[in-house]
């Protein structure tokens, strides 16, 4: 029996110490995106650099066309910049559409379409007459100035850059609490990571990276995550990754749950490949070359989404509790450490949250989709169930935002 106990000790401890980690992951970055401040100077722009907006499109016949024509309302020299549509798999009428603005239109087939190959069957095909590659995905809609807020950070020596995506619509209980994850997301792996010297995450989309060093990494890449594995050979090599707050990139959140169960099953399928892949090799080089950079987004990787995080500690807390005051003492050996020390993560886990959310989310909306949580939890645990393979293949996320909805966004310009 004591050898029983004493398995169990360790199998408990083993897990705390997981959610230990991660918890204390979360609650530094949190704590330091407080004190994130965009910084602009006064100094003249050295170089207008010329970009290569590639928007890869998958069947996006819906929202195309509109985020096409949004894209070519920048306040840049428009002879500085290019929209460029891989097309995938789009109607006939759709591309005599896309075709009739003033765009470069690439279309492009596969037998088993990924968003990496469309992007390096296209920089084939465009050539290399440019300098910033700025990727959108087939939803975005950028505010007016973002390539001018692009072009600055990388005036200030930056080769790789992120912009702020956020939410376009906020329609739905889904679509409130995406739009709340995503801020989350933005100020512990973006703002946070910034503030203490860190890389900026990349999304997969807002983000401007040298062209030809983009096409010299996205070359190497043939995954689902391309994005992650960008961003992983980037700060490997020493690459510093920009965040720029003002840099505005409207994004689509999903009112579905099945669509969010794809989405979710599709992003932890691939950063736990890409732990176990990277783990041995990002702790090789803290401690060979030092690059506590790159070892901090490899276990990045192995970070649990914040709604699991948070409802998991929640029901361990209350169990914990209950064995506490409620247990024969027969059992209460087998359940350590005891419930304070879960508790504590618990309510680290809700300050750091706390400190993430943006004040427009402190509404009743928001209140309403919170009752919501529940449900997104049980989805997330659905979402883990299901992640074997999803790394391997392409999961379709279908748009189809209003057209009107986004004709106001760029009336500055």
Known sequence: MEIVIIGANVLTYILFAYFAMATLYVFVYATAGLFYKQVHTNKPITKQRKFAVLIPGYKEDAVIVNVAKQALNQEYPKELYEVIVIADSFSEDTLKKLRALPIRVVVVEFEISKKSKALNKCM???????????????????????????????????????????????????????????????????????????????????????????????????????????????????????????????????????????????WIAAQLDYFRSHFLDGLRELILRGNVDYFDKVMQMIQPPRILLTGILFIIAVISLAFHFFAPTALTVYFVPGFEAWLALFILTVLSLFFSVPHKFYNIRTFKAMLRIPQGFILMIISLLKIKGASKRFLHTTHGHATDSNETLNKKT
């Open 124 to 266: 084939q095909v465009i050539g290399d007459d440019y300098d910033v590659a700025f990727i959108l995905d087939a939803d975005n809609i950028m505010e007016y100035n973002v390539l001018t807020r692009i072009n600055e950070a990388f005036d200030h020596g930056f080769v790789a850059v992120q912009g702020h995506r956020t939410a376009l619509n906020m329609d739905a209980s889904f679509a409130i609490l995406d739009a709340m994850s995503e801020e989350i997301n933005n100020h512990i792996f973006r703002k946070g990571h910034r503030v203490l010297g860190m890389s900026s995450a990349l999304i997969g989309s807002g983000m401007g990276i040298e062209y030809s060093l983009f096409k010299k990494t996205m070359a190497t890449v043939d995954s689902v995550g391309e994005d992650k594995e960008v961003e992983l050979k980037m700060i490997k090599k020493g690459v510093i990754i920009e965040y720029v707050d003002d840099a505005i990139i409207y994004d689509e959140k999903t009112k579905k749950s099945d669509v969010f169960v794809n989405q979710r099953r599709r």
